[in-house]
């Protein structure tokens, strides 16, 4: 199987450990839901994994490519989501998206088709050539969301994607993260909506501290709580599994 | 705020005037602490020339007569304006920046008081710089012989709350006009040219083209001497007022007043409705048609993005527009001695330019490069470095390079070698303040415009004196002494290369400043 992304003894500390030496592997065509409480170190594994932040040792492969050694190759693959939208005010979002497709060398006819082809989808069009200062915090997450989908990525990451939807844009973001999955991308999110996480994800990864505390599809999760508390047949729901697993960690 | 009733008036007021501090302190290299250190000093240092004053002035009055009527009512007309300009910014941000308006129109709180005490905290804001150094000033003349000049205290409280009450009508009016959003651009770009009135006012000779080094207050004086200067009726109301005469004092305050009440009163209901209107306002109507191709490669595409953000950026325009007004006498005298002067004549002018061109493009570059809003999304992207560099480099020197368009055409009109210097010269300046704030580049606000020369003291001195070596260089070289017009040049580059830092470096010190 490809993977999408392998991650091999990822650390960083700022004050104290933010991320120690995390191992991870996402394959391709999947998405993968990272999991953990306030201050876990999803958003800051997801930063280095992105190239934001500079790990103090580790690995990162994308595809294959070494994004410590070839960053521009394998930022080319990815898209960075951050819950708080990376737009600006003063521009439109078609103006936005030209921009965001020019960073990634996109050709300008098929970026201004794939720009208005998004908005549309997320429906913005008639917000197309509007500035973003009047937007509401869920618009402009959407207009954020169509400029990393404007490359066509084949590694999203995405933290916190649903924050500040309301439920129908909330279900058009699912719907719109679902369909680039089958279409061959692969999608790696963070979520504190454990039901998300549930009813999307092909595989959840749960973090604490710092640490991988368990990986696996939501079955393999159970198996795993139930071993912790000595019943290998333990059900419950994702958010039993995580609170447990959490707990004994911290 | 402990030593005022919660919600009282005074203990609103003290929330504003708090919040317009640390406004002001924010964005300085070092703490408050060093800043309040740097304004003893410099109260120390006005002190000390108030006690020479007052001693100087001991036993003397100053007499009421033409020439005082007219330079104190300038003096006063000057002070207005220019607080004019601060308190029309600010009722216009007031209007705009409404995040705390919400917060103090959803409390129990009156939206009158609410207003009221925010009028109060313009006018005080305003009176502040004005008022610290006249206390200073004038406290020894008061001790020692003058109690009552301290009328000149009051009359600046009375221009404080004239100036307050016109600003706040001013953006009233504006709303009416143009609407919630175009009201800040408008009012930023009204508050630069009223702030600059004065200085094109007293060039007017200049503008006109008599005798260059003839200012407006050289013509007064002259005409006061020569006997010719009838100032208007009413003149004196300032200089009575100041000399503590209680009838033009409670004439001077019962303006300020009336003005102000009537701006924070009776418009505060409308100004109230106003604000509230900002609430998702479009900033205008979208555009319709298909919309231009979009931009191929990065380069074009960031180039776009910061030409386009330049544009509406309001603090920003002003702020140019500003620099163009000053470079306005500069190039009509530019203009006229070209026909007529010798080369040499012209270096101080193009000098002037060229050092102009270094400011603007130092500006421009501080928006682009450091105030980036998005500085994640570039980090994730593929695209090298060097290339968004090169696109916001080249996206501050356009608006520079247009301002040079007509100073330069002129000279190069009349005196091409001059000309061609200038070009060369404010070319190069903007150049190498460009690079300047390439690589000593920290992240900023674009809302820090005003004050981001206090985030990096090295970078702004640095981007000071390379552009008065460049600037120099200029003017040698167009007067003629390009063997004497090299020595600042060379000095110039061996400053650029001791600032200078590679991709690396430049990473590197963005790095550090984000875990600082």
Known sequence: MT????????SKAFAKPAVSDLDLTVHAGELYALLGPNGAGKTTTLRMVAGLTQPDRGEVSIFGVDARKEPAAAKALLAWAPDEAMIYDKLTPLEYLEFVAGLWNIEPTTAKARAEDLLS???????????????????????????ALIHDPKLLILDEPLTG?????????????????????????TTHILEVAERMADRIGIIAGGRLLAEGTLDELRGKAGEAVGN????????DIFLQLTAEAT | MALFKPASTAWLLAHELRLAWRGA?????????????????????????????????????????????????????????????TTLAGAADALYVRGDLDLLFSSPLSPRKVLFVRALGLGVSALFWFLIPAVLLLTPSIVLGHPAWAGVFVVLIAAALTATGVGLLLAMVLFALIGPRRTRTVAQIMAALIGAAFFLGSQYRTLMGDKASESLFARI?????????????????PLRAALGQPLPLLALVAVGVAIFLLAAWTLGRRFADATAATQGAETRKAAVGPGRAFAAGAFRATLRKELRLMGRDAALLSQVLLRVLYMLPLALVLARNAADQPAWMLAGGAAGV???????AGSLIWITVSAEDTPDLLALSPTPVSVLNRAKLTAALIPVALLLVVPVAILAWFQPLAGFWTALGSGLTAWAAGMIGVWRQKPGKRADFRRRRGSSFLAALGEVVVTMLLSAATALAVAGWLTWAALPLIVAVALLMALRRTEEQIAAALRAAAVG
């Open chain 1, 232 to 239: 290998a047949s333990s059900g419950g729901t994702l958010e």
């Open chain 2, 221 to 237: 004086a002259l005409d006061a001497r020569e006997g010719r200067l009838q100032p208007p009726p009413l003149a004196d109301l």
């Open chain 1, 3 to 10: 993977e999408a992304l392998i991650v091999r003894s990822l």
């Open chain 1, 121 to 147: 989808t997320l429906g913005l069009t008639a917000e197309a050539r509007r500035r973003c200062e009047g937007f509401s915090r869920g618009m402009k997450q959407k207009v954020a969301l169509a400029g």
């Open chain 1, 165 to 189: 939807l309301d439920a129908a844009a909330a279900r058009l973001v699912k719907d719109m993260l679902r369909a680039r999955v089958e279409a061959g991308a692969t999608v790696i999110l």
């Open chain 2, 25 to 85: 302190m924010s964005g300085r290299k070092g703490s408050a602490v060093g800043s309040l250190i740097a304004l003893a000093v410099a109260g120390v240092a006005l002190l000390a020339l108030g006690l020479l004053l007052g001693l100087g002035l001991r036993g003397r009055e100053i007499p009421i007569q033409p020439l005082t009527i007219v330079i104190v009512a300038l003096a006063l007309a000057v002070i207005l304006t220019l607080m004019l300009s």
């Open chain 2, 354 to 360: 060229a050092f102009l061109a270094g400011q603007v």
